[in-house]
């Protein structure tokens, strides 16, 4: 049997849970582990094709209308939304979240690396990583070309397949024209649509370095929480949403952001 990650799941999720929370507890990450694991994530993903996704792997949480074991977990998170955003579980929920499913992809697809390590910043305004950037006529300038969607993250064969423009299924990648079970908003919700993404320009400038330093600048954990996660406590996007909403789609809404 042959696995795969769980879409952006991994990509996103794991971005903010595992690397913003680690920092904010000490845990230094070196440049060149950085590097290395953003590509090792690349090469993996294009080797491995779909596991919890596949009928090989049915859906074992009695949730309403689930298919496979991704379901379960997409399922879940949608099911307890309301109780695990906006409030100072959220990190460690989602910390716990991502161990459970990797631990699954372990034992049930006999999976031996990594939930993936990717650090956005590099992608998102590589050229003026230590500017104070809040100017989006910068990065609108940068959109056909932007490095955020040439990122190796959305490569079309070693990575999660590409980022459309507007939001629309997708067209390379293990992924594409791939069936979810499960769509936005608040359950219950099961349908039948296809994955799709949308690149969202105005998401780039609150995630650059600075807008990470900056969260990290934080004197307590409930402001740093705050600032982190972002809307609706905050009347704007923060570094939390707007690392959904860059990708767009389903991963763009609150309930079904794993698919």
């Known amino acids: 049997m042959v696995i795969t990650f769980p879409s952006t799941l991994c990509a996103l999720l794991a971005i903010l849970s595992l690397a913003l929370s680690g920092l904010a507890n000490g845990v230094e990450v070196t440049e060149e582990e950085k590097r ?39 399922g879940f998170h949608i099911s307890v939304t309301t109780r695990v955003h906006e409030v100072g579980q959220f990190l460690p929920w989602h910390r716990w979240f991502l161990h459970a499913y990797e631990k699954a992809l372990r034992s049930e697809c006999s999976y031996t690396g990594h939930i993936p390590y990717w650090d956005w910043t590099k992608d998102a305004d590589p050229e003026n990583p230590e500017a104070q950037v809040l100017d989006l006529a910068y990065f609108v300038k940068l959109t056909s070309q932007s490095s955020f969607r040439s990122s190796p993250i959305f490569d079309s064969t070693g990575g999660f397949g590409n980022l459309p423009l507007t939001r629309s299924s997708l067209s390379s990648g293990v992924f594409a024209n791939y069936s979810l079970t499960f769509g936005t908003g608040p359950p219950p919700n099961v349908t039948s649509h296809l994955l799709e993404r949308g690149f969202d320009v105005t998401m780039l400038p609150r995630l650059t370095e600075m807008a990470v330093k900056h969260t990290l600048s934080k004197p307590t954990f409930e402001s740093f929480r705050i600032e982190l996660e972002g809307w609706p406590v905050t009347p704007e996007a923060k570094v939390h949403d707007s690392g959904h909403r860059v990708v767009g789609g389903g991963m763009g809404d609150t309930y079904s952001s794993p698919g």
């Open 36 to 74: 290395v694991a953003k590509y090792r994530t690349t090469r993996e993903s294009g080797l491995f094709e779909g596991c919890t996704m596949s009928s090989d792997s049915p859906s074992e949480s009695g949730l309403p209308g689930a298919r496979t074991r991704f379901d379960d977990f997409q």
